[in-house]
């Protein structure tokens, strides 16, 4: 076997993995087919690039994502680092600058002398496999070629889902006429200030996002040129499935007139400045990078053909003259049935010499992919090195997510970290949500300790 490990694929979970390897005194064949091939959805030539959204979720420990980061902290991840150190401000949540973030990743690996970078695309790997042992970690756009290849390896014909990105516009562009920065719950009017002394607070409150409220008529109006707006048809969308976590904005609104305004375009925690009343509906933006220059609209994820995009978003009040830097596209996420496939250390159960991490797995989001990046990278090690390979407590959303691609489930369907996959506690009833869900966090982390 080959003193070296292959990792296949350079995003976030592919350098987690080759990190982790190479900390444990290990040489990386790192594959990455950037900057000679793109995907549909990639653009830029650095390594973990990130397309749909620049938020890591919350990092509060009440939250499952913001518990997952915290472990990942503390087992030494690059990824999470680097995330916290190109942050942008967002309120309670982890938002970075996407290109910082990719850049100061790309650097680290380069830097590294046990990790070589081969650019070129893998499009078959059964040579690499007899020869030593392999991470796949080619994400939600697996080249077809490679796709082909893993579907002989894994006996699978089901590989893939559709799931869709956010567009981005330029904060010069948006009405503040209209427009107001701040978190929610915070932007409501308290009850001993002022009109003027509640506006005055609204300037000084953080800026990392910007609300734009939305009238009854404004929200009706938008609501029917959403759902009859031009989609992209393509013959592989016909027989798509739609990760519910990714939906498309239009698709929802289809499912009924208020639903945005239960979902993404819910006004709660918010007063409109220009009535001091909450308004029908509100539509936030994200800062997208460290200057503050560019903001997604979160929620906003979509197929909708460019052209449409301009046309409908541009109803959203303080977006009438808006600027679309990006616009938001929609592709294939491809992934394997795991729960039949891989055991909870993201190994291949028919060929031991294989490894999956990534999106591929059925993880589902940037943190998740970085988790089972770091759990293959540490195993593919162990595996080299003939030792007992290393499971985390399922007490752990580390191990939680590890347990729940593994388990047999006929109903498999790609996860985010949540706290419906951890065990119950034991011995105790704690009705408060959030008092649950810190014991649940102080549980995780000492059985990761």
């Keep these: 076997m080959k003193e070296y490990i292959t990792v296949i694929g350079a995003g976030l979970a592919g350098c987690e993995a080759a990190y982790q390897i190479a900390k444990r005194g290990i040489k990386v064949k790192l594959y990455e087919m950037k900057p000679k091939k793109y995907s549909p959805a990639h653009s830029n030539k650095d390594l973990a690039e990130i397309v749909c959204s620049n938020s890591f979720k919350s990092n509060l420990l009440t939250n499952a994502c913001g518990l997952l980061k915290e472990e990942l902290r503390r087992l030494d991840s690059l990824l999470i680092k680097t995330a916290d150190i190109t942050k942008v401000p967002a309120g309670q949540a982890l938002a970075v600058d996407r290109e910082e973030f990719s850049k100061a990743v790309t650097e680290k690996i380069k830097n590294n002398p046990l990790i070589e970078i081969i650019n070129e695309e893998v499009k ?11 991470i796949i970690a080619t994400g939600p756009l697996t080249s077809d070629e490679l796709a082909k ?49 509640w506006k005055e607070r609204l300037k000084k409150e953080e800026q990392s996002y ?9 929200y009706e109006n938008f609501w029917k040129e959403l759902i009859n707006a031009e989609i992209v048809t393509l013959h592989e969308f016909e027989k798509r ?30 007063d409109d400045p220009r009535t001091a009343k909450r308004p029908y509906a509100l539509v936030q933006l994200r800062q997208d990078d460290k200057q503050a220059s560019i903001y997604n609209l979160v929620g906003f994820q979509t197929n909708l053909k460019f052209g449409e995009q301009k046309r409908v978003f541009s109803m959203i009040p303080g977006l009438k003259n808006a600027e679309f830097v990006k616009y938001g596209v929609m592709h294939r996420n491809t992934y394997i049935n795991s729960t039949k496939l891989l055991d909870n250390t993201y190994n291949l159960k028919t060929n031991s010499n294989v490894f999956f991490a990534g999106q591929i797995t059925g993880v589902e989001g940037y943190v998740e992919s970085i988790s089972s990046g770091l759990v293959a990278g540490i195993n593919a090690v162990m595996k080299l090195k003939g030792a ?12 939680s997510l590890a347990k729940y691609i593994s388990t047999p489930n006929e109903k498999f369907q790609p996860m985010n970290a949540n ?23 102080k549980r995780s982390l000492e059985n990761l300790e």
Excluded at 210 to 218: A, F, V
Excluded at 421 to 440: A, S, V, W
């Design 124 to 134: 078959d790997v059964n040579q690499m496999i007899k020869d030593g042992i392999v």
């Design 149 to 197: 290849r893993i579907k002989e390896i894994t006996g699978q014909d089901k590989l893939y889902f559709y799931d869709a990105a956010a567009p981005i516009v330029s904060k010069e562009s948006i009405d503040f006429n209209i427009a107001f920065y701040g978190d929610r719950y915070s932007q409501e009017k308290r009850k001993d200030e002022t009109i003027d002394q």
């Design 210 to 218: 910007i609300n734009l409220p939305m009238s009854k008529e404004e």
């Design 241 to 270: 499935e739609i990760f519910e976590g990714c939906m498309p904005v239009e698709i929802m609104a289809k499912r009924g007139i208020d639903t945005l305004r239960f979902g993404p375009l819910k006004p709660v925690g918010f």
């Design 388 to 399: 007992k390979k290393i499971t985390f407590s399922d007490y752990t959303v580390i191990g």
């Design 419 to 441: 706290f419906g996959i951890l065990p119950e506690l034991e011995g105790k009833r704690i009705r408060d949500k959030k008092e649950r869900y810190m014991e649940l966090a």
